[in-house]
């Protein structure tokens, strides 16, 4: 490419100065920060990429699904720039099929033993509900274990300027934090979740570190709770409104409809529950449509505008709900439409998203920043066993 | 570094390059010069910073035609953006890129032995380990998680139990259960009150069979045929290895494949796989049961050819056996090779065969499905009755019936008019129902005598009016129940006799077909529909001329 990729506006022209000017004491126009943050991937390979490895997937039986997902990555960091430098993706196969095998060896006849025993515990019911109960929290837990240390390792694989990405916090610790806010968020109908979502945002951004430099967080989750309650209040409101409108009558009409022998004794009340609860989800909708983005907007403008990296803030002003409305629905549509084979554009459009609308107020100072140590030597085996993902 | 510079001058090539130490974030802009041995590294004064011998320069990427380059086991990078520098470093890459290629023909060779190797150890080992398993859980144990199973089953159904009916069943059962060595005890098979076509076996020698069975099998050959399947599925617990085998398949293929979809489908089929195998084991064993009593074969597989004939989404089909016993061709031709036509041994006398068959009551078919009405009048039952007579109105009768946790329905009921000389059946008859709570009355025409076979066109005819029925699950529906109701009526309140139902027993190619006709009388039905109309508290719209012609044209 061109050799502002090499040397963006700040780096003096190659051959004039042994050391170049860092980007990062160059004067940023007042008013107007550049966009620190540059996406030149292509969505067409991405999908090319998913392709490829969907197939050596189902032809090794799953095992080529770890090489399949550093294929992605490479391609993902490599075509993010932030502050013209690239980022490297520095992790392998190898790496996640080790972490994996681990994982398997030591949670494998853990999980094994639980799924067999629960058949074999019907018959006592009792025992079967709380066994069933101890199993949900011990995988909420686990779920939110997996997923930090999986952070962890992925952080440690990418490199900037060629130090390296370090995330601290202990994931049995996050477990506890992240399941705990699971909890809470059920008992209180959701009306926890800005805490929830700024526990996250504090285990994530505000443990980073790049190399030695600490990524700083500084939000509070008061100031989530407006948005959150709005968009909560406007979705029950709005649902409840077209509930008492059209959707009990509808609801009573569908079952009334229903040919007399469709509903049997035994599963009158189950036929009758299904059908209340799709037509409430159909309520419910488009207060979730028109509410949902507007929410994520102001969840991401918050994150990003409480996070700091070398004395400058970042922030996305332009991240407004109807843009997050059409990268949603975008998404959503592309991945529907698709069977899932276009999920890997959905991974461009959320970096172009991101490139888009992340700016940053003023040159962070990063000269202080060292090497940070080499991180987990295998990675996200539990999360690939629980599902959970970092990315 | 003179010496290759002299050996091959022209392979020397220069340029800047943006560097990166590996130990803090600022870049060095340097100038890079490629022999063929190393790249050495020198600020613009001339003091060298690094030298990398070339063979172990690695290229970690070529985004935005920059060239990434690192040395084996360092944080340092050198981004090379120069054209001719990039080409000359690529050139000297060709010896590492031919040694990647090898290794990944070497990986993916070596993938091609093991994960076949792989997937077939599993799939030929794990079953014999679940086995094991499932052997290992003790017997009371397993019964106690039958019992459980079958209470799943059941649910808030009734589980037929008349006596003569349940001794015959329990007689046929130890029969086959002797003669095939399946074991005793936790033995027990139950009728379910459904009219799903189907039995199962549930782990601990619970067998549950389905009225619908009952009332679909042609005799008590074709139901030993599948008791005797149900058995030896008992005998060889199928159950429980089933439930072993399956639970570990998707825990070991889940994580193996990482939540994979298409390997978890092909999970799926595996699992139907083992499934299939255990029904040719359970075909087989069970014939040789029915060969050990007499009994013979053809009774299961008569049944089989029922299921084929009838096919999925017949009314009442057989289509619940078939989905959840796999048949095939295969299957069916196995059993045909089992089966001995010589001979056969009847599998009980034909009055235990009617008990069995009445088990769950005698008018089980002709119940109004309508509102569940399992309680029919006629039927024998200990339970507490859910309904009450309103009284009889010469041709018809007015009942009210309680339906669970819906409140209490009203209906009027008709049977046929005899033919001379014979008695009255109660096993064909025309229902008016109201359910005050959505305010509907329907009618439909149910028969337990020969009943009309699924794609029957079926016609209701009264006072020079027509209208067209369906089958729909054992019963012959209207297109406008409401509609037809109030015309019933109103012919009915004009004098109008007598109303006919009657459908083509066949479709013939040439000529019409003979048809099926039961004759209804009329009188009495106003005076039914007042007293059902007064029980459930509820105004009935008056049968108005205009709904009268919507329903019913002229023939």
Request: hydrophobic share 50%; glycine share 14%.
């Given at each position: 490419m061109s050799a502002t990729t090499i040397a963006p506006p700040g780096i003096a022209p190659p051959g004039e100065a042994a050391t170049a000017a860092?980007?990062?004491?160059?004067?940023?126009?007042?008013?107007?920060?550049?966009?620190?943050?540059?996406?030149?991937?292509?969505?067409?390979?991405?999908?090319?990429?998913?392709?490829?490895?969907?197939v050596l997937t189902v032809l090794t039986l799953g095992l080529y699904r770890f090489w399949g997902t550093v294929r992605m990555r490479r391609h993902l960091w490599a075509h993010q720039e932030f502050l013209g430098g690239r980022l490297e993706y520095a992790g392998t196969g190898g790496e996640l099929f080790l972490g994996f095998l681990k994982a398997v060896l030591v949670i494998g006849p853990v999980l094994l033993a639980v799924s067999l025993a629960e058949p074999l515990l019907a018959a006592f019911p009792v025992v079967a509900w709380a066994f069933f109960g101890a199993k949900l929290a011990a995988l909420t837990f686990f779920v939110g274990v997996a997923a930090h240390a999986a952070r962890r390792y992925v952080a440690s694989r990418t490199l900037w300027r060629g130090l390296r990405f370090m995330l601290a916090g202990s994931p049995w610790r996050f477990g506890f934090v992240s399941s705990g806010?699971?909890?809470?968020?059920?008992?209180?109908?959701?009306?926890?979740?800005?805490?929830?979502?700024?526990?996250?945002?504090?285990?994530?951004?505000?443990?980073?570190?790049?190399?030695?430099?600490?990524?700083?967080?500084d939000g509070r989750a008061r100031a989530l709770l407006r948005p959150w309650l709005a968009a909560w209040g406007l979705t029950a409101a709005s649902g409840l409104a077209l509930w008492l409108l059209f959707g009990?009558?509808?609801?009573?009409?569908?079952?009334?409809?229903?040919?007399?022998?469709?509903?049997?004794?035994?599963?009158?009340?189950?036929?009758?529950?299904?059908?209340?609860?799709?037509?409430?989800?159909?309520?419910?909708?488009?207060?979730v449509l028109v509410a949902g983005p507007v929410w994520s907007a102001a969840a991401m403008r918050w994150t990003a505008g409480h996070t700091l990296l070398g004395g400058a803030r970042f922030s996305m002003p332009g991240a407004t709900g109807w843009s997050v409305f059409r990268l949603l629905l975008g998404n959503a549509l592309l991945s529907v439409a698709s069977f899932g084979l276009l999920h890997p554009m959905t991974l461009a459009r959320n970096a172009a998203f991101r490139a888009r609308h992340l700016r940053l107020d003023r040159a962070p100072d990063l000269s202080a920043a060292r090497q940070a140590e080499r991180g987990p030597g295998t990675g996200e085996g539990a999360a690939d066993l629980f599902g959970a993902s970092a990315f | 570094m003179a010496a290759a510079a002299e050996a091959a001058p022209a392979a020397v090539v220069e340029a800047e390059a943006e560097y990166h130490d590996g130990r803090q974030a600022r870049p060095l802009w340097l100038r890079a010069r490629l022999t063929p041995a190393s790249l050495e590294l020198r600020r613009a004064g001339g003091e060298a910073v690094a030298s990398w011998p070339v063979a172990a320069l690695r290229v970690v990427d070529r985004a935005g035609g920059a060239l990434r380059l690192a040395p084996d086991g360092s944080d340092a990078r050198l981004l090379v953006s120069d054209a001719a520098l990039v080409a000359a470093l690529e050139a000297a890459q060709r010896p590492r890129r031919r040694a990647a290629l090898r290794r990944r023909l070497r990986m993916a060779a070596l993938a091609a032995v093991l994960v076949p190797a792989g997937g077939l150890a599993l799939w030929k080992g794990w079953p014999p380990a679940a086995d094991a398993i499932a052997r290992a859980v003790p017997a009371d144990w397993e019964r106690s998680i039958g019992a459980a199973t079958?209470?799943?089953?059941?649910?808030?159904?009734?589980?037929?139990?008349?006596?003569?009916?349940?001794?015959a069943l329990d007689a046929l059962a130890a029969k086959?259960?002797?003669?095939?060595?399946?074991?005793?005890?936790?033995?027990?098979?139950?009728?379910?009150?459904?009219?799903?076509?189907?039995?199962?076996?549930?782990?601990?020698?619970?067998?549950?069979?389905?009225?619908?069975?009952?009332?679909?099998?042609?005799?008590?050959?074709?139901?030993?045929?599948?008791l005797a399947h149900e058995l030896a599925h008992v005998k060889h617990r199928h159950g429980l290895r089933g439930v072993a085998r399956v639970a570990g398949l998707f825990v070991l293929t889940g994580a193996l494949t990482g939540g994979s979809d298409a390997v978890a489908a092909a999970a799926v089929l595996v699992g139907l796989s083992y499934s299939r195998e255990f029904e040719r084991e359970a075909d087989a064993d069970g014939a040789r049961m029915l060969r050990a009593t007499g009994i013979g074969a053809e009774g299961l597989q008569a049944f089989f050819a029922r299921l084929e004939r009838d096919g999925p989404g017949a009314s009442g089909s057989l289509w619940d056996y078939v989905s959840t016993h796999p048949a095939d061709a295969d299957r069916i031709a196995a059993l045909r090779a089992e089966a001995r036509p010589a001979d056969p041994a009847q599998a009980m006398p034909a009055g235990e065969w009617a008990a069995v068959r009445a088990i769950c009551g005698a008018a089980r078919k002709g119940e109004p499905k309508a509102g569940s009405a399992k309680s029919q009048p006629a039927a024998g039952r200990a339970a507490r009755p859910r309904t009450r007579s309103l009284?009889?109105?010469?041709?018809?009768?007015?009942?009210?019936?309680?339906?669970?946790?819906?409140?209490?329905?009203?209906?009027?009921?008709?049977?046929?008019?005899?033919?001379?000389?014979?008695?009255?059946?109660?096993?064909?008859?025309?229902?008016l129902a109201h359910r005050p709570w959505n305010r509907m009355n329907d009618i439909s025409f149910e028969t337990d005598v020969e009943p009309p076979p699924a794609g029957a066109a079926i016609r209701i005819e009264f006072g020079g009016r027509a209208a067209a029925l369906r089958m729909r699950?054992?019963?012959?529906?209207?297109?406008?129940?409401?509609?037809?109701?109030?015309?019933?009526?109103?012919?009915?309140?004009?004098?109008?006799?007598?109303?006919t139902v009657s459908w083509s027993e066949a479709v013939k190619e040439y000529g019409e077909a003979p048809r099926r006709t039961h004759r209804f009388g009329l009188r009495g039905l106003v005076e039914a529909h007042a007293a059902i109309g007064e029980a459930c508290q509820e105004a009935h719209a008056p049968a108005a001329p205009a709904t009268t012609a919507a329903a019913a044209s002229a023939p």
């Open positions: 860092s980007p990062f004491q160059a004067p940023v126009p007042a008013g107007a920060p550049a966009p620190p943050l540059r996406w030149d991937g292509s969505a067409g390979r991405l999908v090319g990429i998913g392709l490829g490895n969907m806010w699971t909890a809470l968020g059920l008992l209180t109908l959701g009306l926890a979740h800005p805490f929830a979502v700024a526990a996250q945002a504090r285990w994530t951004v505000g443990r980073l570190h790049l190399g030695t430099a600490p990524l700083g967080f009990g009558r509808v609801a009573g009409t569908i079952i009334e409809r229903m040919p007399p022998d469709a509903i049997e004794d035994g599963s009158a009340g189950a036929v009758r529950f299904t059908v209340y609860a799709i037509v409430a989800a159909a309520c419910a909708l488009p207060g | 079958a209470a799943a089953f059941i649910g808030g159904k009734r589980v037929c139990d008349a006596p003569a009916g349940q001794a086959l259960a002797a003669a095939g060595g399946v074991p005793a005890a936790g033995l027990r098979v139950r009728v379910l009150d459904d009219p799903a076509v189907n039995a199962l076996a549930a782990p601990g020698g619970e067998v549950i069979v389905f009225r619908g069975l009952l009332d679909r099998a042609g005799s008590a050959e074709e139901l030993a045929g599948v009284g009889t109105f010469a041709d018809w009768e007015a009942w009210t019936y309680e339906e669970r946790g819906r409140g209490t329905m009203c209906y009027a009921v008709a049977y046929p008019v005899p033919a001379p000389g014979e008695r009255r059946s109660r096993k064909t008859m025309l229902w699950r054992g019963a012959a529906w209207p297109h406008d129940t409401e509609a037809l109701s109030a015309a019933l009526r109103a012919a009915a309140a004009e004098g109008v006799a007598e109303a």
